[in-house]
């Protein structure tokens, strides 16, 4: 007996626990358990809610990002070029690829990531021709600018 009645406590008294964390009024067990499973429902809601909120946050983000991002460092003979975005920029390569040549820079070596985002790295050297009227990294870095600058231009347009 004394055993039931131990049970019987210990029930009710995780009721009143559940009770009071899901602010139930309910004197009845049933009505507490209505009053939980409605409280639940009401959390699963939320969770959704925030979880949506940081999709969009995230992907306005994504679309607010700025330009990619252009570095320039200087090598023995040339210039470690490196232009990052956290986006994908179909044709980027491409507006590159021509302000190095605008240069008279000759790619000498690159990788090029155009998946889920835009990664470039290259290395390029100057060619024999113009290694007179050597270049600095700083006019390489503005001309990879300009070709960013200028190729978000022209997707804006479209």
Not at 11 to 18: I, T, V
Not at 103 to 130: P, Y
Request: include cysteine.
């Amino acid at each position: 007996m004394v055993s039931r009645e131990h049970k019987r406590a210990a029930l009710h008294e995780k009721l009143q626990l559940l009770r009071s964390i899901t602010n139930s009024h309910a004197l009845n067990e049933t009505s507490i358990l209505v009053d939980a499973s409605k409280y639940i429902e009401e959390l699963k809601q939320k969770v959704e809610r925030l979880n949506q909120d940081i999709t969009s946050d995230q992907q306005t983000s994504r679309d607010q990002n700025p330009l990619p991002v252009a570095t320039v460092e200087t090598l023995d003979k040339g210039f470690l070029i490196k232009v990052l975005s956290e986006k994908s920029c179909p044709g980027l390569l491409v507006s590159i690829l021509e302000a190095f040549e605008e240069l008279g820079l000759n790619v000498l070596e690159a990788r090029v990531s155009c998946a889920d985002n835009f990664q470039l790295q290259a290395v390029g050297g100057e060619n024999e021709e113009q290694a007179e009227s050597s270049i600095d990294a700083e006019v390489v870095k503005e001309t990879v600018e300009q070709a960013i600058k200028n190729w978000s231009g022209s997707i804006e347009q479209e």
